[in-house]
């Protein structure tokens, strides 16, 4: 693995592309099933009587989904120390059995440890879309990435 991507090589206004992945019904309920077993989640005809209007992704499922989309199209290249938390989420439609998601990644923030020089916090927001370009998620969180010199 070849870091491509440090805490400088982040600023304000940047936009990281998702690539898209479709989300099937046997993913659903196999997620659904080891942790968030509400009827909706695990039976089709369920979730068509349910306000969710079909076999629903949980929305930890959709948080799961997006991290890995994240570490497949950035993290994985990159310098990322982790993160302290996710700062919120919204989970603003459904994601349905059968729904395309893609998504933006913009850097709203960055800025340098005061106690850490080697680290660096960058802060993101992270829009999800379905294949009708509808916002299903959005989510803001800091990732911190290592710097490539320990002082500015």
Known sequence: MSTQRYFEDFSPGGIIP??????????????????????????????????LGGLASSGWMTCAVTMRMI?????????????????????????LAGDTLSGLVEVLSVRRSSSKPQMGIVTFRITLTNQKAEVVMVQENPIMFECREATA
């Open 18 to 51: 998702l690539a898209s992945r479709t989300i099937d019904a046997a993913e659903i309920i196999e997620f659904a099933s080891e942790f968030d077993p509400q009827p909706f989640h695990l039976d089709e005809e369920a979730g068509r009587r349910s306000i």
């Open 71 to 95: 570490f497949d199209d950035f993290l994985k290249d990159s310098a990322s120390m982790g993160s302290p938390g996710i700062t919120s989420v919204q989970w603003r439609r459904p994601v």
